[in-house]
Every structure is written in structure tokens, then in C-alpha cells.
């Protein structure tokens, strides 16, 4: 029932930034997961942050690039994206979990409410 509505995505060139926004209502309240498809590839878990406790997964291959973090006044996540990569191309969709509380878990079984995606493109 929790309504996301992500934003941020856009066209972009190799090495350069964007921020996506995932916001709904008493966010906190929730676990919230970032998750990316590409065509002709798995879904795959980008990172999460936990209900409480600043637990946070990244997957190996956005570690040290990507940041997810809260901010609980705007009622949002975040995740901001550094020196992206043409790898990086995918739907970013974010997604919240209203069970998992000290830890968040990189696998989609676990979410419940899903947003409408945002494009992230890296191209020359």
C-alpha cells in the first residue's frame, strides 16, 4: 500500500554523478532497497539501508561509488551515484520492507511495495 515515487534518473556521460530519490510517507518506518535491471539481465539489488541501526548493504560492484542514505525531514532515500559507468545503465527501482528492522537484505522476495522505476543511462 506504501506509495514510492522515485525520480532522478537521466542520460549521462562516463564519470559523471546523479542523485535518485525514493520518497513515501514515514519512510523511516521502512527498510528501503534500491534494485536495477538491465536488458537482457537479472534483476540485481544495487543497495539497502535498514529500518534502524545505519545498516547499509552495497553490492561489489558500486561499492566506494554509490551512497545511500536517509534524510527522515524530506521523507526520502537517496542514492547517490559517482562516477558512473556505462555498466551502470539500468531501471533503478526502489523498494520498501515493513518487517526487516535492525538489518536490510539484498533480495526482492523480502519487499513489499515496489516504485514505477527511474532510467539511468551512462553513454558517450
Known amino acids: 500500500q506504501l506509495q514510492l515515487v522515485e525520480s532522478g534518473g537521466g542520460l549521462v556521460q562516463p564519470g559523471d554523478s546523479l542523485r535518485l530519490s525514493c520518497e513515501a510517507p514515514?519512510?523511516?518506518?521502512?527498510?528501503i532497497g534500491w534494485f536495477r535491471q538491465a536488458p537482457g539481465k537479472e534483476r540485481e539489488a544495487v543497495s539497502c539501508?535498514?529500518?534502524?541501526?545505519?545498516?547499509?548493504l552495497y553490492t561489489d560492484s558500486v561499492k566506494g561509488r554509490f551512497t545511500i542514505s536517509r534524510d527522515n525531514a524530506k521523507n526520502a532515500v537517496y542514492l547517490q551515484m559517482n562516477s558512473l559507468k556505462p555498466e551502470d545503465t539500468a531501471l533503478y527501482t526502489c523498494?520498501?520492507?515493513?518487517?526487516?528492522?535492525?538489518?536490510?537484505?539484498?533480495?526482492?522476495?523480502?519487499?513489499?511495495?515496489w516504485g514505477q522505476g527511474t532510467q539511468v543511462t551512462v553513454s558517450s
Open positions: 539501508i535498514s529500518k534502524w541501526m545505519d545498516y547499509t
Open positions: 523498494a520498501a520492507d515493513a518487517t526487516s528492522g535492525a538489518a536490510c537484505r539484498g533480495v526482492d522476495v523480502f519487499y513489499d511495495s
Open positions: 514515514d519512510i523511516n518506518n521502512y527498510s
